[in-house]
C-alpha cells in the first residue's frame, strides 16, 4: 500500500513505489486494490527518484530528492519494505533557514553515535552563495525534521549559467571522537574543472559547528570510474557511496545524454575506510572494477540490502523526464 496524505507533489515519490513492483521477489502478489484511489501520478515529470540515500534498518531508508529552491516539493522522503508492501512518506522540514529553502540535495548520511541524526547536502555553490551540508534531527513518529547546524563546502569553482562548477553527489560520515566526526565527500566529475570524479574529506567539529577540508583532503584523490561509456569526458564518476559491513566503498556512476537519455550506470567498489586516520580516511582501489551495469536507468542513490529480497545493494534513480525507480540488485564480489 502506498499512502499519500499531506503533499501534492508527493507523486514524484509514489511513481517510485509504482515502479519498483516488479523488481521485488515476495512471497505474495502485492494488492493493488490497497492503492488509494484519489492518488494522481504523473506519468510525465521534469524529476523524480531519489537523489541520495541512507539505510536506517534492513527494510526501511531515508531519502532526499533533488528539488530546486524556488519550488515547492519534499524534499525528505521515508521508504519501508515488507512482504506485502511498500510505504513511502514524506517528511516536513518547516524551516531551512535564513537563505531559504534547500536546493538540489544530492547526499545524505547518518551521524555516527546520534540517534536519528542526518547530514544532508546541496549539489554546490550557485553563483558563489549556498552551498550547504544541513544538519538534521529527524522525528520519524510525527515524520519532522529540523535543522540543528549549517555547514559549507569549501568553494573551489563557481557554479553559474553554463558554468559547471563544485558538484558534490557523495557524502559519508565516520566516527573520530567524542566531538568529532570525519566527512566524506564525492565529487562527481564530468566537468571541465573536474573531468574525473574526487574524493575529499576533512573533520567536523560538532560543538564548535565547523568544517575543515584542508591540505590532503581539499586536494583529493582523483577517481575515474570504470565502465563503457560513450563519452569519458562527461560520465559522472560518483554520484552516491555505500560503505557496508566489510568497511567497503561502494559508488555509482552514471552517463546522462540529456534528459530523454539513454542513461547507463555502473555500480562499483571504490576503496576502504580508514576511520582512524583523519589524514587518509579512505584508500582507492589500485584498479577499479565493475560490480554490475544498469543500462537505461541513471542511478543517482546507493545503500544496503533489503532484508527478504535476494540482493546485495538498493539504489534510486534520477531518470529526468522518466521519473525515478528504486531497486533491489544482487552484485557477485569479484574478489
Known sequence: MIRQKYFSSLSAILLCAVLILPACTTTKNLDQSSTATNQQIDS??????????????????????DVKKHKDGIRLGWITITKESIDILPIEVKSWGEDGNATDLESICAVPGKNNEFLVAES???????????????????????????????????????????QYEAMHCLPFSKNERIIILGERGGSDFSPSGVIRWGLWDMKKGALAIEGAGLKGISVNAPGHWTDAKTKRSITDMYVDQNGTIWASASEDQGDAGPFYSVIYPLGKINPTNADLPVTILDFLSVGREVYGLKIEALSGPIKGINCTHTFGTEDEMYGGVFRPINITPTH
Not at 510525465?44 to 531508508?61: F, N, P, R
Not at 544541513?134 to 525534521?145: E, Y
Open 44 to 65: 510525465k515529470k521534469l524529476s523524480g527518484g531519489s537523489s541520495g540515500m541512507e539505510q536506517l534498518s534492513d527494510s526501511s531508508y531515508i531519502v532526499v530528492y
Open 124 to 166: 554546490g555553490n550557485w553563483q558563489g552563495e549556498l552551498g550547504r551540508i544541513f544538519h538534521l534531527q529527524v522525528d520519524f513518529t510525527k515524520r519532522t525534521a529540523k535543522v540543528i547546524g549549517t555547514l559549507k563546502y569549501p568553494f573551489l569553482h563557481r557554479n553559474d549559467f553554463g558554468i559547471e562548477g563544485d
